[in-house]
């Protein structure tokens, strides 16, 4: 089946949704969330599209904001694709259900196949699912059960999928991620590395491994673009954000760095992974 990372496939769309006002308001307190600068927010937001689109050469599609989801440009929790499949996931927690919406849709229009979870018992955040190229890790975290990990193999029949238990309030893509074809990047805190450990335990498959000094440092986006003979970008935390960790992110000398701040949506519990969604096929016309 080739080498690890070939599943990673070549990239030729994003989806993003804009943020909404609610975000800062009391209603985005009412949901957990601490106060945040809305503008610096929607500047951030505005910036990783920008990134997205000119610097990686993806074809931006921008999901305008909703007032009624104050949590909806956290869309990366709503799908998990690969190829020309898309599993609509069913978020932990029930308020964030309506966000699959509108996600769905726009799947359903640029021509990918979409899998429902229909089971009432199943819950899965998308952040919790981590696609190496060769295969998936699921995280089993407050966000995640056993039942969302099973459909997620269920779906994707071709990958292997391996569950991995998350300790704390983390998703597993809050502590690792993909910096490389065959890297993994994972932070330096004790549920980190254990994810990590037990990562190696289950695959098949020899990954190198980096650790960083922060967690969220490892919610990474590593992305091969659409052009032959270019490096693959790793989309990171950068411009600011976790300056103890970027020495470290130099070490990846097979990828172009492309830094891109979220520190301010980061109090809504957003990370890279989370603020958008990648296909990593073109898909039908």
């Given at each position: 089946?080739?080498?690890?990372?070939?599943?990673?496939?070549?990239?030729?769309?994003?989806?993003?949704?804009?943020?909404?006002?609610?975000?800062?308001?009391?209603?985005?307190?009412?949901?957990?969330?601490?106060?945040?600068?809305?503008?610096?927010?929607?500047?951030?937001?505005?910036?990783?599209?920008?990134?997205?689109?000119?610097?990686?050469?993806?074809?931006?599609?921008?999901?305008?904001?909703?007032?009624?989801?104050p949590l909806g440009?956290?869309?990366?929790?709503?799908?998990?694709?690969?190829?020309?499949?898309?599993?609509?996931?069913?978020?932990?927690?029930?308020?964030?259900?309506?966000?699959v919406d509108g996600?769905?849709?726009?799947?359903?229009?640029?021509?990918?196949?979409?899998?429902?979870?229909?089971?009432?018992?199943?819950?899965?955040?998308?952040?919790?699912?981590?696609?190496?190229?060769?295969?998936?890790?699921?995280?089993?975290?407050?966000?995640?059960?056993h039942r969302g990990?099973?459909?997620?193999?269920?779906?994707?029949?071709?990958?292997?999928?391996?569950?991995?238990?998350?300790?704390?309030?983390?998703?597993?893509?809050?502590?690792?991620?993909?910096?490389?074809?065959?890297?993994?990047?994972?932070?330096?805190?004790?549920?980190?590395?254990?994810?990590?450990?037990?990562?190696?335990?289950?695959?098949?498959?020899?990954?190198?491994?980096?650790?960083?000094?922060?967690?969220?440092?490892?919610?990474?986006?590593?992305?091969?673009?659409?052009?032959?003979?270019?490096?693959?970008?790793?989309?990171?935390?950068?411009?600011?954000?976790?300056?103890?960790?970027?020495?470290?992110?130099?070490?990846?000398?097979?990828?172009?760095?492309?830094?891109?701040?979220?520190?301010?949506?980061?109090?809504?519990?957003?990370?890279?992974?989370?603020?958008?969604?990648?296909?990593?096929?073109?898909?039908?016309?």
């Amino acid at each position: 089946m080739g080498t690890p990372g070939e599943g990673l496939g070549r990239c030729s769309h994003a989806l993003i949704r804009g943020v909404p006002e609610s975000l800062a308001s009391g209603e985005g307190a009412g949901a957990g969330l601490p106060a945040l600068d809305l503008a610096k927010a929607q500047r951030e937001h505005g910036v990783l599209g920008g990134k997205l689109r000119q610097r990686l050469g993806l074809q931006l599609l921008e999901l305008p904001p909703e007032e009624s989801l104050p949590l909806g440009p956290l869309l990366g929790d709503t799908a998990v694709i690969q190829g020309d499949t898309a599993l609509i996931t069913r978020p932990w927690s029930p308020s964030r259900r309506p966000e699959v919406d509108g996600v769905r849709r726009a799947l359903q229009d640029l021509g990918l196949r979409i899998v429902e979870m229909g089971d009432e018992n199943a819950t899965l955040d998308g952040t919790d699912v981590l696609f190496t190229g060769r295969e998936f890790f699921v995280g089993l975290s407050k966000w995640t059960n056993h039942r969302g990990a099973e459909i997620v193999a269920d779906t994707f029949r071709d990958f292997a999928v391996s569950t991995v238990p998350v300790s704390g309030p983390s998703h597993l893509r809050g502590l690792c991620g993909m910096g490389g074809p065959r890297t993994v990047v994972a932070g330096s805190s004790d549920a980190a590395q254990k994810a990590v450990r037990a990562m190696a335990v289950l695959t098949d498959h020899p990954y190198a491994s980096l650790t960083l000094p922060d967690d969220a440092a490892a919610d990474c986006l590593f992305l091969r673009p659409g052009l032959p003979g270019v490096l693959p970008f790793l989309l990171h935390r950068g411009g600011g954000d976790l300056p103890n960790s970027q020495e470290a992110l130099q070490k990846l000398s097979d990828v172009t760095l492309v830094p891109v701040s979220c520190s301010e949506l980061e109090k809504a519990g957003a990370g890279l992974s989370s603020l958008c969604l990648v296909l990593s096929t073109r898909p039908h016309s």
